[in-house]
Structures are given as structure tokens and as C-alpha cells.
């Protein structure tokens, strides 16, 4: 068995690299940009930080996770236009499992939302089920 005298616990440190604080006000740039001291012993995936979060990307929360998969199933059913190619297609099969997921997800999350979370997806899932009815009759 191998010795663990030799792997004493270290004292380490923790810098806080966020640009703003828990407040929100905005921290002194040249702190925030200022590498750490290199340490061979910290591993390399610990090393990296992770880019910084888009200013203008929502909060990723139940209800915004709901709208994007509802974002998505409408595309499919051709209700909105591809963001990028600016077409529409209409793929029911896509359309017909995002529903599908969203079903899933009310059933899982029955008892644990508050009553916008509940409301929201009880709508979207009507509204998207009644366009996938209206799309798959028309063809």
C-alpha cells in the first residue's frame, strides 16, 4: 500500500476571477486579469477557466429551458424561421418528440413547480400539441 505521509495536506488558495461582484458592481479589471501563481501540482483541467458568460444570454433556468424547447418544436413545425438560414421547414417527427419531451418533463416535475412554472408549460404544451394537430392534418 502506498505511503500517504508523503501527500500531507497542502494549504491552497482561492481567487475570486468573476468581473463582478455579488452584487453586481464591477471589480477592478487589472485584479481580475492578473494570472495565479503556477503551481505544478494543480492539474491542468483545474487550470483552465471557463469563458466568460455572454452578457446578453438569459438566465438558464426551468422556464427559459421550457421556451427553448418550445423555440425549437416550433421551428420544426415551421411556425418560425431557421435563425441562421432565415427558411422554414417542417420536420413533424422532430416536432413530434421536443412535444414528446415536454410531456415527459411535466409528468417528472408534476407536485415541484410554483404556479407561473406549472402554467407555462401546461400552455405551451397545448398551444405546441394543437399546431402539431393543425401541421399534420394539413399534409
Do not use: C, W
Not at 69 to 98: F, K, M, Y
Not at 113 to 128: A, C, H, P, V
Amino acid at each position: 500500500m502506498a505511503d500517504d505521509s508523503s501527500e500531507q495536506q497542502r494549504p491552497f488558495k482561492v481567487q475570486d476571477r468573476r468581473r463582478f461582484s455579488d452584487t453586481g458592481e464591477a471589480r477592478d479589471v487589472e485584479a481580475t486579469d492578473r494570472e495565479p501563481a503556477s503551481d505544478s501540482r494543480t492539474a491542468p483541467e483545474a487550470k483552465a477557466a471557463p469563458p466568460p458568460a455572454d452578457e446578453s444570454t438569459p438566465e438558464i433556468n426551468f422556464s427559459t429551458f421550457v421556451l427553448s424547447l418550445s423555440t425549437q418544436a416550433l421551428a420544426h413545425l415551421g411556425e418560425i424561421p431557421h435563425p441562421v438560414e432565415g427558411t422554414t421547414t417542417v420536420d413533424l417527427n422532430a416536432a413530434r418528440q421536443l412535444i414528446d419531451i415536454l410531456g415527459l418533463l411535466r409528468e417528472k416535475t408534476r407536485g415541484n413547480l410554483d404556479k407561473t412554472e406549472e402554467s407555462l408549460l401546461q400552455n405551451i404544451l397545448y398551444d405546441l400539441r394543437m399546431r402539431y394537430v393543425e401541421r399534420s392534418r394539413s399534409r
